[in-house]
Nanobody
Framework: QVQLVESGGDLVQPGGSLRLSCTASGSIFSLNTVAWYRQAPGKQRELVADITRGGSTKYEDSVKGRFTISRDNAKNTVYLQMNSLKPEDTAVYYC???????WGQGTQSYWGQGTQVTVSS
């Protein structure tokens, strides 16, 4: 069993900052690629950013230069630093982790429960 706990979502004014975190625990050998997605009301879930175990990153165009994804492999935690937030960033943010299972059991993808980010004055 693997559990993901997300935190950091909040109501923030335009131009503000938030840092989301997502920690995995349980039957984990290591984490492979980890990612943040978001889903706004009436829209499909979209990839915001991802980071490989080696640290290579990828960002959705609208967040480039404003958001930074990072990870702490020792803590099985991924972060999303969000700066210069805009109302259009309002969404539920979900982390997604590709877990390398112990004992050669392969990999499994897991989703966090979601954390609400609201950008409004």
């Amino acid at each position: 069993q693997v559990q993901l706990v997300e935190s950091g979502g909040d109501l923030v004014q335009p131009g503000g900052s938030l840092r989301l975190s997502c920690t995995a625990s349980g039957s984990i050998f290591s984490l492979n690629t980890v990612a943040w997605y978001r889903q706004a009301p009436g829209k499909q879930r979209e990839l915001v950013a991802d980071i490989t175990r080696g640290g290579s990153t990828k960002y959705e165009d609208s967040v480039k230069g404003r958001f930074t994804i990072s990870r702490d492999n020792a803590k099985n935690t991924v972060y999303l630093q969000m700066n210069s937030l805009k109302p259009e960033d309002t969404a539920v943010y979900y982390c997604n982790v590709l877990v390398v299972l112990p004992w050669g059991q392969g990999t499994q993808s897991y989703w966090g429960q979601g954390t609400q980010v609201t950008v409004s004055s």
